[in-house]
């Protein structure tokens, strides 16, 4: 599978004070995992992260060069995307954009089909797998038995009777 360049990382839903900063919602892992980014990117435009701290959920950024809360305003509804490279993942760790169009097998190779969609729920992520039938997948590791990213193959446990 071909990783791509840029990694979806979020979305400018604010400003933040008066003074150019600016309110994201982090897709992320986490908004620490986003606040060690020191430069985003707003579509092909590069921004410099001169600050950038947690509130609730969000991240508080200030972007370089944006220095009044209409520099800002400008940029809310922006999607925020972050260069692979500049990620520093522990061994093993991915990002969940990798895996989706991965092939899933069972534990003994057979094919069950493609890694369509990645529902987000409280308690843990839900894979949904398409074949000859959806199969709707709770990602965690008892039923998740390895995750090659790199090559885009996902060995899987079925749940009993589904």
Known sequence: ???????????????????????????????????????????????????????????????????????????KGREVTVRREDAALPHGAFFLQDILGARVVDEDGNEIGELVEIMERPASNVYVVKGETEHLIPAVPEFVLATDAENGVITVRLIEGM
């Open 1 to 75: 599978m071909e990783k791509r360049e840029f990694i979806d990382a979020g979305r400018i839903v604010n400003t933040h004070g008066v003074a150019g900063e600016v309110k994201i919602e982090v897709w992320l892992d986490s908004p620490k995992f986003f606040r060690s980014f020191k430069r985003i990117y707003l579509g092909e435009r590069e921004m410099k992260v001169v600050s950038a701290r947690t509130h609730k959920d969000f991240v508080i950024a200030k972007l370089e060069g944006i220095d009044d809360i209409n520099a800002a305003m400008a940029l």
